[in-house]
């Protein structure tokens, strides 16, 4: 059996706190048992609880109240003590904005560095993103497009590795209930581009078509009143349900039950960023339901289009209107997607997902 490799992933993003960077660390910690990780993170609300029922060691720098930027930059001043106490194999950075420590790091103690990229940090965080992905061992893309990103950046594309975030597998779904079809959107109302204007204007389309279509939007922001004026303004208040955030029982609740999942994002208005990969389009497919999303950037990989689900222009509301139709209007087509979605999101299930980490780790700590 190989030895446990030591590894330092110094991360902004770490649970409790919720995201999907958050849960992509998280997870790849719990599913790496050939690992030796040493975590150092933010502090945050409920993190001493957290903590103390890992299963590994997480440091933290600040607390719940502590300012972000001011935190991060204190969470780069310490990685070089960490580093130094730890003596890991190999260092992990789970996001750019912890470049400046890490790069040096990788220089004064001569440790391979691995870093993860998801794709929006590069339009926002592009000064320090650069130097990390230019100096890297190797790059962690969670998808073709945030690799093409990684590239156009100044990577090494020898350097580039594609690994997909994973995804929880919950019990198999169970057959739909009957009643009104639901369209169903899990997302944060932090940005315009997941596409919830598009869906606004599409759906007095697909009531006319389906006339009783539903649909549920969960996910808070502040683009969250923007989004409840333009129900009001198309005058469907009845068809449309903005719950905001929703406990994780609730949204799973969702998701077994609702008809078709949508999210049409595009990429921002400055060409840059959008989905790194799309990790709700994978948890739906989990529940077995089949995914519409935009025919553009991560959701290239994380839907399977005309197999998992449909891919759509993402600015073009007829088209997302003609694709949520289809699926509405017949539900075998649909209860056919959902399976092959949940066939896909088990090929991505989190021990997998884990080991091919891990074993990239090992590559690049063998070839220091």
């Not at 190797?138 to 975030?165: C, F, K, N, Q």
Request: glycine share 10%.
């Amino acid at each position: 059996m190989a030895a446990r490799l030591k590894v330092l992933l110094i991360t902004p993003d770490f649970p409790p706190e919720k995201g999907g960077i958050q849960i992509l660390m998280g997870r790849l910690v719990e599913f790496s048992p050939g690992l030796d990780v040493r975590v150092l993170t933010l502090g945050q609300e409920g993190a001493e609880e957290y903590d103390r029922a890992a299963g590994f060691e997480v440091r933290r720098v600040g607390g719940p109240r502590s300012e972000r930027r001011l935190a991060t930059l204190g969470l780069n001043a310490r990685a070089i003590a960490e580093a130094r106490g730890f003596r890991p194999d190999v260092i992990l950075s789970g996001h750019v904005i912890t470049s400046l420590g890490v790069v040096a790091l990788r220089r004064l103690l001569r440790v391979p560095l691995v870093v993860y990229v998801h794709a929006d940090e590069l339009r926002m965080r592009g000064g320090v993103a650069t130097p990390a992905v230019r100096h890297a061992d190797a790059i962690v893309a969670v998808s073709r497009y945030t690799r093409d990103l990684v590239v156009e950046r100044g990577a090494d594309p020898e350097r580039v590795h594609v690994i997909p975030p994973g995804v929880d597998l919950p019990a198999p779904p169970r057959p739909r209930p009957p009643g009104p079809p639901v369209l169903l959107t899990v997302a944060s109302l932090l940005f315009r581009y997941k596409g919830h204007d598009v869906m606004t204007r599409a759906m007095p389309l697909i009531r006319a078509r389906v006339p009783e279509a539903r649909w549920v939007v969960t996910g808070d922001g502040p683009f969250r009143e923007v989004l409840e004026n333009a129900v009001d303004a198309y005058g469907l208040g009845e068809a449309i349900d903005v719950r905001g955030r929703v406990s994780d029982a609730e949204r799973d609740e969702l998701l077994e039950t609702s008809t078709a999942f949508c999210m049409p994002s595009r990429i921002p208005a400055d060409g840059f960023g959008g989905e790194g990969f799309g990790i709700a389009y994978m948890e739906a497919a989990a529940h077995g339901m089949p995914t519409i999303g935009g025919n553009v950037a991560g959701a290239l990989d994380a839907v399977v289009d005309g197999v998992t689900g449909l891919l759509v222009d993402p600015t073009d509301h007829l088209a997302l209107a003609a694709a949520a139709t289809e699926l509405l209007a017949d539900p075998e087509r649909a209860a056919e997607m959902g399976a092959a979605g949940r066939a896909h999101a088990e090929r991505h299930a989190w021990p997998l997902i884990a080991g091919r980490l891990e074993e990239l780790l090992r590559e690049v700590a063998d070839k220091d």
